[in-house]
């Protein structure tokens, strides 16, 4: 079994999602694409705003002497976490994209 980019391999792939569900979710993964690329800067940044948001647990701060560098790396532990997240909104932006124009081709056959 060999795949071919061919236009007939392309002919008996059918859509999955519908055109206004493969609309929706490329709009939602463009938000979700620039909403989590900011946050994850702000948290990058060490923004004071988030303080709170981040995953610090008393005890555990308490026994690295209240020290700042601990703090920064759990920063830069959800600015990654936003971007996965990010980058996971890329990939079904991707799937949506290829779907709506799947979904407007003029004809396609189901095999």
């Known amino acids: 079994l060999s795949i071919r980019a061919?236009?007939?391999f392309v002919k008996m792939a059918c859509p999955i999602c519908g055109p206004l569900c493969s609309r929706y979710y490329m709009v939602m993964s463009i938000w979700?694409?620039?909403m989590l690329g900011v946050l994850g800067g702000f948290f990058y940044w060490?923004?004071?705003?988030?303080?709170?948001d981040i995953p610090l647990a008393k005890e555990e701060w308490k026994h690295n002497n209240y020290s700042a560098q601990f703090v920064k790396d759990k920063y830069e532990q959800?600015?990654?976490?936003?971007w996965i997240a990010?980058?996971?909104y890329v990939v079904l932006f991707l799937f949506s994209?290829?779907?709506y124009k799947m979904n407007n081709r003029s004809n396609y056959e189901m095999s």
Do not use: K
């Open 78 to 82: 959800n600015a990654l976490n936003c």
């Open 32 to 34: 979700g694409i620039v």
């Open 97 to 99: 994209f290829i779907q």
């Open 46 to 52: 060490n923004s004071p705003a988030l303080f709170e």
């Open 6 to 8: 061919d236009r007939n």
């Open 86 to 88: 990010a980058g996971i």
